[in-house]
Structures are given as C-alpha cells and as structure tokens.
C-alpha cells in the first residue's frame, strides 16, 4: 500500500535518536501490498533490512512502541 509507520519507543537509543532528529519518532517502516493482496512490512533494523508479515509483527509493535 506504501503506508508508512511511524514508531516512538522508550529506549536509550531512541532517546539519542529523537534528541538529534528534533522527532517524537525514531523508526519508520513501509506497508507493502503483494499480488495475493498480502500486507507486509519493509524496515531496517540492526538484523538487516527484512520484510515481514504484517499480521506476525503488528503484536510486536504495539508492546514495545506507539505506533502511528
């Protein structure tokens, strides 16, 4: 879809991230859309650049961060 998520974590790197980037955000990530009309999500991290399944991570995300 192209759907960008937009993270604000409570972690000491977070923290430096936010501080010199002036954001309340310090990850983002990209919704992408297959044929089989499966969502997924596009993001780097310090694994790598991954995609994974929206519906496996989006559990994730919501314990850890407030996502936009």
Request: positive net charge; without cysteine.
């Amino acid at each position: 879809t192209g759907d960008v998520l937009l993270f604000s974590q409570d972690t000491k790197a977070a923290a430096v991230t936010k501080l010199f980037t002036w954001s309340r955000w310090n990850h983002a990530a990209m919704i992408l859309k297959r044929r089989n009309n499966s969502l997924y999500v596009l993001e780097a991290n310090g694994d790598g650049v991954n995609l994974y399944e929206l519906d496996s991570v989006w559990w994730r995300y919501h314990k850890v961060a407030d996502v936009a």
